[in-house]
């Protein structure tokens, strides 16, 4: 069985961190919809979006990580959807293969790397909405303390985001990523018991990462996203 991890406590670090950080509260008003974004570790795009919650994919080149950063009012769940990378908090570092996920608690610092030639594909579901939230404490291409990057570095690319009622699978590689709606457990039990659910709507633990293993009912009809992975 893969390895979800649930990291929810803040450190002394965090805390003495963020206090000393430039931090600029800004509230975001930029569709991401079909957008590439540049980054100088690779590249990242909104995969889907509600008022609850969104979801981007992240490619990160060969030993380039992103910066060591917060979110300050966000909470986070990553998967590594193909490759491998090493997740760094201040405290630890973590090892996610396909289908392996962490979860931090908002405030809490972390940092991605690809440890792979090819690259490697991640996906990020941010609690509530908002790109500019953003805390950078460390950066080796200069952006500590920096806000998020902006207009020169979007490139707009058709059909990168799914939307209803259309569009609503992603294919990366051998892993499968699909935005759904479902009402019963019934609809769900095609997949994988080792892939990964996260309920996208008004849920009282959305954006959050689970096994389809360990989902016992569903209460209601509910907007999912599952991550599956081809034999």
């Not at 979006?49 to 950063?69: D, F, G, P, R």
């Not at 440890?115 to 460390?138: C, H, Q």
Request: charged share 30%.
């Amino acid at each position: 069985m893969k390895n979800i991890k649930y990291i929810e406590s803040l450190t002394k670090k965090d805390i003495n961190s963020l206090e000393v950080l430039k931090y600029n509260d800004i509230l975001c008003t930029i569709d991401f919809k079909d957008i590439l974004v540049k980054k100088p570790w690779g590249s990242e795009y909104l995969l889907f979006e509600n008022k609850y919650c969104a979801v981007w994919v992240l490619n990160i080149k060969y030993m380039q990580n992103t910066s060591m950063h917060c979110h300050v009012k966000k909470d986070t769940s990553l998967v590594c959807l193909d490759g491998e990378v090493l997740c760094n908090t201040l405290n630890e570092t973590n090892e996610l293969d396909p289908l392996d996920g962490l979860y931090f608690s908002k405030k809490l610092f972390h940092q991605t790397q690809s440890v792979v030639e090819e690259g490697s594909y991640v996906l990020e579901i941010e609690t509530p909405v908002n790109k500019f939230d953003l805390a950078r404490m460390n950066d080796k291409y200069g952006r500590q303390g920096k806000e998020y990057e902006q207009k020169e570095c979007y490139e707009n690319v058709k059909k990168l985001t799914l939307t209803f009622p259309n569009n609503l699978i992603k294919q990366i590689n051998k892993t499968q990523v699909e935005i759904k709606k479902i009402k019963t457990l019934e609809e769900i039990k095609k997949y994988e018991r080792s892939s990964i659910i996260s309920f996208l709507d008004n849920h009282k633990e959305c954006g959050k990462i689970f096994r389809l293993i360990d989902i016992k009912n569903i209460e209601k009809e509910s907007t999912v996203l599952i991550i599956s992975r081809r034999k």
